[in-house]
């Protein structure tokens, strides 16, 4: 393990890095472009299993909700340590997600939900953590996940 | 007040921008690298009190979400005012916005309804508010708001 | 025509571009700032007539939707060409694609429609077509059509 900011303060936390899911598409879970990281949409996966499916505020608490969009999160850093062959302390700071809360009409805590990732963010990386965020209900996600979270990194130049 | 070009015409156009309203949350309304701004997600809200909730083309007139959409339109230039020390006059141009709109099944007129911002964006920067943009639907947004719209901004470097 | 990879490979694929529309509001189809192209939210539009709509999984098939995302790609290609006044060998790379699926609830295959459009892109530019994607559902989409794909590319300056 490298001592990257964000590796001691999952160590910190108790929290591990799933293993990072490969797409099974053409496409690929980070592109990198001068000094900004493009992460795909991740799912609450933890080592190829589904952890939080149905609908938010339906099936599953704003708690449960939470926990799934944190998965999500776990799981971008995840991606971004693969695609930085290991070296975290690349990731200068989180500069966007979005974040998708699959949940039924009239559903309206989406950004309760979305805490759980941005809470992530400042817990991994203090103010550097600290990100535009765009949180909105969906009727339906892939796998029938309960979050899907995409997002923009600087990235440090190699 | 500055003598800025968005400034000036907001003026000529007697709009007024809401006071700038702070996320409740771990993240930000404005993260700026290089030359972008991110601009988090922002609600049809002024002074505090929501001002367009409900589903556009159910219990709102498409006139109504327009309006909700030029809302948030002002409101993101609002907290870029904030986020650039009230030198709106580094704002260079619109990038990109993406639009989402709370409706009901069947209803097709998003980019009606996104016209509001998209419109207010042209008014206040000439061709430099010119934006490449997304209009989708969605179900269910933040607090039952009829509208939520983020972006990027193309930003002079201080 | 030019001799650029994309049209080559187009040309190979028996795919023709389809006339680039023009938007009918106060945005662009593409806006580029510095080596970052963002290209508007594209639909299923051939020659000013709507090819694919209604919701995938309940009026459309999979495949069908498949072919929806992959006219939006070639819309996107379309609307590049345009406005890189014909040279899209200044195209360096897909970097990252959003795409919106308009579906029924308990929906959950949108990474497979989003194939259509994330195939056609590594079909067209190989490995530099390899892209950051997030793909989700939506209850309603502009025109009632099936698919809505945005994008981001990194593009040469000239």
Not at 106 to 134: E, I, T, Y
């Amino acid at each position: 393990m490298s001592d990257s900011l964000i590796e001691k303060n999952l160590l910190r936390l108790g929290l591990e890095l799933p293993k990072a899911a490969a797409p099974v598409a053409n496409y690929v879970p980070v592109v990198i472009s001068g000094n900004c990281a493009y992460v795909a949409g991740q799912i609450p996966i933890s080592n190829g299993e589904i952890k939080f499916s149905g609908k938010v505020g339906k099936d599953l608490t704003i708690e449960q909700g939470q926990q799934a969009a944190r998965l999500c999160g776990l799981n971008m850093v995840a991606q971004l340590k693969l695609a930085l062959a290991g070296k975290l302390n690349r990731v200068v700071r989180c500069l966007k997600l979005g974040v998708f809360v699959q949940c039924p009409d009239g559903f309206a805590d989406q950004p309760k939900v979305a805490n759980g990732v941005s809470d992530l963010m400042v817990a991994m990386l203090g103010d550097a953590g600290k990100h535009a965020r765009s949180a909105v209900g969906v009727n339906a996600l892939p796998l029938n996940v309960a979050v899907e979270v995409d997002g923009f990194f600087e990235i440090s130049v190699s």
